[in-house]
């Protein structure tokens, strides 16, 4: 089953791969442009990448404090160094294979455990995203007024969904399941929100630590932006800050490549960004990932004992 995942995964890499040449080659201007990146521009770029790395480093040392497991600053970056590479290189999200591997035979972490705060705080972070996409869309005209009214339509509906979950978690309705390995399961899948509601000390600090790595994104793509002499708002970034990182919850080929592009075309109408702003955007943060991955390689190199 895995070999078939597998499989599939690299197919549509290839397809993607394919149709991202074809587009290239119609469009060679598009390389002209990210040649001209000045080194300024390229300094503050890779600056505001390495911040992005630490800053989900920090997160992970945040949420994995609820199950009293304590990361350094440098294990934490680490991980999500070498996680990231895996899902650069491999199908799937096989990233978290190895992060869920490395904490159960270090620190024993329980894989529900793992599991449930990690839903928990994408569930979290992810409707924060819905709401922020559906107030945008609310207050604008870009994609015409029939196509606006079914777009928010469909957001409210999502929304309400989300706070209906958290307000049939909040009254404890689950609890009324009779069947016993059926209940046991659920209280284990639920741990998570359970841990967001009473730790409220490390919540803060989660909360906090994503809204610092969610300005600094937004500062990364306007910085990838500028330097190919685009002026995108704030509001456009920001939605397409918010869909990205929807659409990488979906590993669909190795580090979402193509995937990601072609859904950010999709829903073009959302965020305003043309296409060819959409392929420079991409290949000029895939680069400087790779790239700060390499860095930070070299860095735990010097750093890590172990």
Request: with cysteine; hydrophobic share 50%.
């Amino acid at each position: 089953m895995k070999n078939y995942k597998a499989y599939i995964s690299y197919i549509f890499l290839i397809i993607f791969l394919y149709a991202f040449f074809s587009y290239i080659n119609e469009n060679i201007q598009l390389l002209n442009e990210i040649s001209s990146i000045q080194i300024g521009y390229l300094g503050i770029i890779f600056l505001l990448s390495f911040i992005n790395y630490v800053m989900k480093a920090k997160i992970n040392i945040d949420i994995y404090s609820f199950s009293k497991i304590k990361l350094s600053i440098l294990e934490s970056l680490r991980i999500v160094s070498r996680s990231t590479a895996i899902n650069l290189s491999g199908p799937v999200n096989i990233g978290a294979g190895y992060k869920l591997h490395y904490l159960k035979k270090k620190y024993g972490l329980d894989i529900i455990e793992n599991f449930s705060i990690n839903t928990a705080y994408a569930f979290y972070l992810n409707s924060f995203y819905i709401i922020i996409i559906f107030l945008i869309t609310l207050s604008s005209n870009r994609s015409g007024v029939e196509n606006n009214i079914y777009i928010n339509l469909f957001l409210f509906s999502l929304i309400a969904a989300l706070f209906m979950f958290l307000k049939i978690i909040s009254l404890n309705k689950l609890d009324k399941i009779k069947i016993k390995i059926l209940k046991n399961t659920v209280d284990k899948l639920l741990l998570g929100f359970v841990y967001f509601k009473e730790d409220t000390e490390n919540t803060k600090k989660l909360i906090v630590s994503s809204i610092v790595y969610i300005l600094f994104s937004l500062i990364y793509l306007q910085a990838i932006m500028s330097s190919v002499g685009f002026n995108i708002s704030f509001y456009s970034l920001l939605v397409l800050h918010c869909l990205s990182s929807m659409v990488n919850l979906i590993k669909l080929t190795p580090g979402n490549i193509g995937f990601l592009e072609v859904s950010l075309i999709f829903f073009q109408n959302l965020h305003g960004i043309t296409t060819n702003q959409i392929i420079i955007f991409s290949v000029v943060s895939r680069i400087v990932s790779f790239v700060s991955l390499i860095l930070l390689f070299g860095f735990e190199k010097l750093t890590y004992k172990n």
